[in-house]
């Protein structure tokens, strides 16, 4: 029975280290490796030339010979602002129009907003401004007590022209939010 305890032992004893080994091996493997691939990858590339000149010119550059007058012909160069120039305003036509009473007059008329809706929570109207900020659109939350609960409203604007509402609207309605058009009448 001694005999077969020995034979287990020597067994035990001859496969420890082997991990010790591959890894060594393993190691050296790798090695060896990115050595061959660093030297064909340095092989190929090009030496840098040194010490380049200029090819030198056998003969000198003799001057420019005279023409006569009735020899040159010469193209009109076309005008490449011609299609500019006919979209440019005169100064003439700028000047009479006045900046400050079109301003004036935009003020004057209604003022349109676009709401995209009316919540009773504040954090739905704040998801809902950001679903209209990720969307490019500036939004403002109002708070609105209507008979006796308080309304969150989302709107988007304010807007003078009706074709910048119809814009906006459109684009509302393309990422899938219905919008509903306030107008609102100044009084200066």
């Known amino acids: 029975m001694n005999t077969n305890k020995q034979t287990d032992n020597r ?19 790798g090695l060896a490796i990115a050595v061959g691939v ?4 340095t092989k190929g590339a090009p030496e840098p030339k040194l010490n ?28 490449l602002n011609k299609s500019l120039q006919s979209k440019v305003p ?5 000047a009479g129009k006045d900046p400050i009473a079109n301003i004036a007059a935009a003020t004057q008329g209604p003022e ?15 998801r809902q401004k950001a679903t209209l900020a990720m969307q490019g659109l500036e939004a403002l939350i109002s708070e609105r007590e209507v008979e006796g609960a308080v309304l ?37």
């Open 52 to 79: 380049l000149r200029a090819p030198e010119l056998n003969g000198k550059a003799k001057p420019a010979e005279a023409i006569e007058e009735g020899e040159v012909q010469v193209e009109e160069k076309p005008n």
């Open 11 to 29: 067994l035990q004893n001859k496969s420890s280290g082997g991990t010790l080994m591959g890894f060594v091996l393993g190691l050296l493997l």
């Open 112 to 126: 349109y907003w676009l709401q995209t809706g009316a919540f009773r929570n504040q954090d739905e109207a704040q």
């Open 38 to 41: 660093a030297v064909t990858l």
């Open 152 to 188: 969150w409203r989302v709107r988007v604007g304010p807007f003078v022209l009706q074709e910048d509402v119809a814009k906006a609207r459109s684009r509302l309605q393309g990422a899938g939010i219905a919008a509903t058009v306030i107008r609102i009448n100044k009084n200066n």
């Open 90 to 94: 005169l100064p003439s036509e700028v």
